[in-house]
């Protein structure tokens, strides 16, 4: 971490867009209003698998207020999709994606087969519900469990084993257990729903409102697709209602609005419902583990085999890492690790908080507890038997690790080691307690990134990137570098962002914004301050016997003034310094590189404990504590920081207990797509969060010595649930979300 941030400045600032959120004056995606606005709503599939034969939108077009009803038969022709369709024909089936209005094909149920667009969106829910289409069904493969029997998983470069070592180790270990664990489909579920407001001027350039964690690639995927220079399509979001992944993509339906917004030569708002949120921006795929896991009698892992079978879309392939947190964890001399994925007939899955990673963990971790049981260990202390010290996959030394020090942390504040560790050996009433943990580990990163600096004379700095802020407080962290940086107060700083006109900016997500971000926030502002010395270097008010010119370094930055440092009565206020040189203002435009890491690999930690009391009459599971130890590099704002794992805590707690995607196998639709019937937890379902930060710099990663912590709160927390379930109950559920029917005949 860079010197100059000086470590008596304040923990935190609060969030800069507080007030305007909770007002309701932010602006969203689907907030924006146009004379002449229309709305577009989608007519969908009744069938998962199949061709249409034809589309009846007569009665649609007749509907009052209809200005325009599109489908494939009048779609009009976008001239990147044209250019690039023989390509895309000899891909393979798998690759080909699904390109909305293109074919008469049915990939899933509930695809996209038309778009109504009408003067009000009442009158164009009708007219959409007016469009009926005549199928030839083919049969549809929603189920895994039947696809691992007799489908075919894909092939390609992602699916190669690794294995380290021997792969059969864990067989011949002193201990040694042999486990599956299953996981949902879970969907993104974000208070806001995806939204788009577009609006065209003229043929070739548009300015689309869009809810997305990447300005550039939808800027640029929307050019593509229309044929437009990228400078044509702007692209602005303000604000987003929350987002785990889902809005990195420009999905079908954003197309699909951007198509009948031009043909009706209207501004137009598309807004899903919460029941299209379950198929048109993508879930987490369903997942079946497999782990097998040797030690010796003294707790040394000697094998691990984790395989990996999740499900991925008919029409295009999405892998994520579940099985390489297994490599890295831990110091294990034989590990094997395999994955799979096999086609369905539903939407394409796609990233969720945590890809691969949380999936990953929940096996890892669950079987390390079992492990743990087998030997007789303290959970802790197993992990800590094999605590990898550099990268047992790369062999690299860590660029920092701290979680030795997130367990201690940890298990002191939730009493770890007060607890009685037999199962079933703690109880309050009609409740059995049960405590559990679980580690998380999460790739940590630097990319490259732009930022703009404007300091005026008044002492005010304008910063500005096109990045957005899915709900993290990006805008806020970054305020909190630049403030630390300059010495003055957040109030005098203004973020800029969610434009794509700005200097564009990292996506949101991958828990890389604030490493790769601030990186450029942190080297634009050290390059003013270069530039405000300068301009006083040979300022009267410096001169000393020992300084005649004063350089960076000889100075502080405290309260809007540079102050000498070996003198403090010397010193000048930015603005006279400025106003002295007769500078308007100081412009500077960082282009900040990524962090390519060589000799190092780096990773943020998380350990979770819970306590969850489980009533033995019901089989209900509540959990009562939650405390969170985390290795995230230095905190840059502790209370969004702090927020991000609440957030993760509610997921986790969400994502053990309650979460589950029902899909009728016969029709391969969703049965449960609506938040009566997909249970999220709710403020109820949630205590007291305790949230801890080591809050060591990482040296290497890049200037601010913070890693990331946007995943790796979630990664690991359903197995410290389905533990302490265990522990509470001496019965182990392998299967998310534990809930009380699994549990109900167990546990009596
Ligand atoms: Mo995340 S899955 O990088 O939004």
């Keep these: 971490m860079d010197k100059a941030i000086s470590n008596d400045s304040p923990k935190f600032i609060d969030r800069v867009d507080a007030v305007q959120k909770v007002t309701g004056t932010a602006k969203y995606s689907a907030e924006y209003d146009f004379p002449g606005m229309v709305y577009g709503v989608l007519s969908e599939s009744t ?112 699916f190669k084993d690794y294995i380290r070592g021997e792969t059969d180790a864990w067989k011949t270990a002193d201990v040694k257990i042999d486990v599956e664990y299953r996981m949902p489909l879970e969907v993104h579920n974000p208070m806001e729903i995806h939204a788009l407001t577009v609006k065209w001027e003229g043929n070739d350039k ?63 708002k598309l807004m899903l419902t919460r029941s299209e949120m379950f198929t048109m921006v993508g879930y987490r795929p369903q997942a079946i583990q497999r782990l097998a896991m040797g030690a010796s009698k003294d707790g040394k892992l000697t094998g691990i085999l984790h395989e990996a079978t999740a499900m991925t879309a008919s029409y295009q392939v999405f892998t994520e890492g579940i099985v390489n947190g297994s490599r890295s964890l831990y110091v294990c001399p034989n590990v094997t690790t395999r994955y799979k994925v096999y086609p369905l007939d539903l ?67 939730i009493k770890w080691n007060d607890r009685n560790r037999e199962p079933r050996s703690m109880k309050d009433g009609d409740w059995l307690i049960g405590y559990g943990m679980g580690s998380g580990i999460f790739s940590a990163w630097r990319g490259d990134a732009k930022v703009s600096a404007k300091f005026l004379q008044d002492g005010t700095l304008v910063l500005q990137s096109g990045v957005t802020d899915m709900g993290p407080g990006t805008a806020t962290s970054m305020t909190k570098l630049a403030s630390d940086i300059f010495g003055i107060p957040p109030s005098r700083i203004r973020f800029e962002l969610g434009d794509s006109n700005l200097p564009p900016g990292p996506f949101q997500g991958g828990s890389g914004t604030t490493s790769t971000l601030g990186t450029a926030v942190h080297n634009v502002c050290m390059n003013v301050r270069k530039k405000l010395a300068d301009l006083v270097k040979d300022n009267p008010s410096f001169h000393t016997e020992l300084i005649h010119s004063v350089k960076p370094e000889d100075l502080v930055y405290e309260d809007g003034y540079m102050i000498l440092a070996s ?12 106003k002295s040189a007769g500078i308007p203002q100081i412009e500077m435009l960082e282009s900040s590189p990524s962090n390519p890491m060589a000799n190092h690999t780096a990773f943020s930690y998380a350990v979770h404990f819970v306590i969850v009391k ?48 029902v899909v009728d196998h016969r029709y391969g639709r969703w049965v449960n797509n609506n938040f009566a019937d997909y249970h999220v937890a709710v403020n109820a379902d949630v205590p007291k969060v305790e949230v801890i930060f080591v809050d060591k710099p990482d040296p290497i990663l890049n200037p601010i ?15 410290a649930v389905g533990n302490a379930v265990f522990h509470a109950t001496g019965v182990r559920i ?7 029917d699994k549990l109900l005949v167990a546990i009596r």
């Design 567 to 578: 003198d403090r009565s010397r010193k000048i206020s930015y603005a006279d310094a400025m």
């Design 614 to 661: 489980v009533h033995t009459a019901t089989g209900v599971v509540r959990v009562t504590r939650v405390v969170s130890a985390v290795d995230a590099g230095k905190i840059v704002n502790y209370k969004t920081a702090e927020s991000q794992i609440i957030g993760s805590a509610v997921g986790g707690i969400s994502m053990s207990l309650m979460e589950e995607g």
């Design 206 to 268: 548009l300015t689309v409102y869009e809810k997305t964690q990447t300005l550039s690639s939808t800027q640029q995927s929307i050019a593509r697709a229309f044929g437009l220079k990228n400078e044509n399509v702007h692209v602005i979001t303000q604000f987003i209602g929350g987002a785990f992944g889902s809005a990195f993509n420009t999905w079908p339906h954003s197309i699909a609005a951007l198509i009948a917004a031009k043909k009706t030569g209207r501004p137009l």
């Design 734 to 740: 392998r299967e998310l979300p534990i809930t009380p």
């Design 347 to 413: 939407s394409q899955p796609t990233w969720m908080r945590g890809p691969g990673e949380t999936t990953g963990a929940y096996g890892l971790e669950s079987a390390m507890d079992e492990m743990a049981y087998a030997l007789n260990m303290d959970p802790i202390e197993f992990r800590l038997k094999n605590y990898a010290e550099t990268d047992p996959e790369s062999s690299k030394p860590y660029s920092s690790k701290f979680l030795k020090e997130a367990y201690q942390l940890g298990a002191d504040k």
């Design 47 to 158: 069938i998962a698998r199949g061709t249409i034969t034809a589309i009846d939108t007569k009665a649609a077009e007749n509907a009052p207020g209809v200005l325009a009803v599109i489908t494939h038969l009048n779609c009009p022709k976008l001239p990147g999709y044209e250019s690039t369709a023989a390509d895309i024909a000899k891909r393979p089936e798998i690759n080909r994606g699904f390109r909305v209005f293109q074919d008469n094909i049915v990939r899933f149920s509930n695809q996209p087969i038309a778009i109504v667009a009408a003067d009000t969106y009442e009158r164009a829910v009708y007219a959409a519900s007016l469009v009926k289409a005549t199928y030839k069904k083919d049969e549809s493969h929603t189920d895994l469990n039947e696809a691992m029997k007799t489908g075919k998983p894909v092939e390609g470069n992602n």
């Design 705 to 719: 010595g913070s890693k990331g912590m946007g995943e790796v709160g979630l990664v690991g927390f359903a197995a």
